[in-house]
């Protein structure tokens, strides 16, 4: 029992020196990105260039319904050709529908490309921000406290290159 409370009290010091040599940060990168005015005329812009991709997509659609109103009203009258033409025109234009809300709102679409366009230099902004913070107070890591990320590290931490050796001593893995 004496040994185990002694062990225990050994881990706890331990662990103390431990925490008390390491500096470790957070910010909210959700405060940050509503508080900065940048961020904020980025969605401005993003916004607008929304609603008129929305503005063209509703045109679109309004037509689309125009013509698929007027096609029930008049299909009896109309011959077997012309009733196979008008629906080949229906499909074709609910086709083109789906393919602009693809090519726009899509996950790869015009209106994530100019999100990303826009924000890219001022995420980098947000980010040297960091490493200047991190490296003049002295910090060893910075995580966001929204997602856990890290955003900043001392490189005297970075393992990857002792981590790429231990597996070159390993050898490669074969099946």
């Known amino acids: 029992m ?13 662990c103390g020196i431990l925490s008390a040599e390491l500096k470790i940060g957070y910010v909210d990168s959700q405060k940050i990105m509503s508080s900065f005015e940048p961020v904020r005329q980025v969605q401005i812009k993003l916004e607008k260039e929304q609603r008129k991709l929305e503005n063209e997509m509703n045109n ?5 319904d125009s013509l698929t109103q007027d096609y029930e009203r008049q299909r009896l009258l109309m011959s077997e050709n012309r009733r196979s033409e008008k629906e080949k025109e229906l499909r074709k234009l609910d ?16 209106i994530y490309r100019k999100q990303n366009q826009l924000l890219k230099p001022v995420l980098s902004s947000i980010d040297e921000a960091i490493q200047i913070v991190g490296g003049e107070q002295g910090y060893d890591f910075i995580f966001d406290a929204m997602t856990g990320a890290l955003l900043y590290a001392l490189e005297a931490h970075n393992l990857t290159d002792a981590v ?3 597996l070159d001593k390993l050898g490669t893995v074969t099946e």
């Open 2 to 14: 004496i040994k185990l409370n002694k062990l225990m009290l050994f881990f706890t010091i331990i």
């Open 60 to 64: 679109l659609m309004t037509h689309l």
């Open 95 to 110: 086709e083109n529908i789906q393919r602009f809300q693809m090519e726009k709102f899509g996950p790869e679409g015009e």
């Open 164 to 166: 790429l050796e231990e």
